[in-house]
């Protein structure tokens, strides 16, 4: 073997699309870290609500977050030593993480954390902004999408028994995240783009797969 640098996947696409479930198995597969960029800002959201901070304040909101101490092990979220992975995905930190992720000193500062978790491992680095900020070198980028219909209706089915009324719900949430979101959900250059829509989790992460491999063989071919 020669002295690669290990494999750097980055995968992107807006919420429901599938990235997190397909980012996880296929770093499984591949025996790579899983690097969940989005669990840094749900993480920053949670440490800004619990200190009672304005989360529209890009300067209390950054300081906040750079006061506590963000560590990821096993996949799971530690802030200030206590584990949170659960505490995270809950509404109050759904509804704002938003808001407090569209401050650029406070993605500064979980940019270089996220490259930190990357480290010497590689990995399938999931996220918004994977392809163009965290890991612009990748040698596969990613871009999931769903259609609108089915995004709600896994978002819905994550959080319980799925009925029309959480799907619309879902629906509407997922839209105006969306709209929020916009800035930052830009497709790098040769992303090679995946619609997840009425697939398995296998079928995309075989395709996916293919793409690693022809990905790691070019990058091989080219030195
Ligand atoms: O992927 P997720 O739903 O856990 O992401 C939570 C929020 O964090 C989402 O509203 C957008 C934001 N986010 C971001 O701005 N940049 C990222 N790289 C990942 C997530």
Do not use: C, F, N
């Not at 429901?16 to 993480?43: E, N, Q």
Request: net charge negative; proline share 4%; aromatic share 2%.
């Amino acid at each position: 073997m020669t002295g690669r640098a290990p494999l750097v996947i980055a995968i992107d696409g807006p919420a429901g699309s599938g990235k997190s479930t397909i980012a996880a198995a296929l770093a499984r597969r591949l025996g790579l870290p899983h690097v969940d960029t989005g669990a840094y800002y749900r993480a920053a959201t949670l440490a800004v609500l619990r200190a009672g901070v304005d989360v529209t304040d890009a300067d209390r909101v950054t300081a906040t977050v750079r006061r506590a101490r963000i560590d990821r092990y096993a996949g799971r979220v530690v802030l200030d030593g206590q584990d949170v992975e659960d505490e995270i995905r809950g509404p109050a930190v759904t509804a704002a993480v938003s808001t407090v992720s569209a401050h650029p000193p406070l993605r500064y500062h979980l940019v270089e954390l996220q490259r930190a978790e990357v480290g010497a491992a590689g990995g399938v680095v999931e996220g918004r902004d994977a392809g163009t900020v965290v890991v612009p070198d990748a040698p596969l980028k990613v871009w999931l999408t769903a259609s609108p219909a089915e995004r709600a209706a896994r978002r819905a089915a994550q959080l319980g028994p799925a009925d029309s009324d959480a799907v619309a719900l879902h629906a509407a949430q997922i839209a105006e995240r969306d709209a929020s979101d916009a800035a930052r959900m830009v497709r790098a250059d040769g992303v090679v783009e995946v619609d997840t829509s009425g697939r398995s989790v296998e079928q995309v992460v075989a395709e996916l797969v293919e793409h690693a491999i022809a990905a790691s063989a070019a990058r091989g071919g080219g030195g």
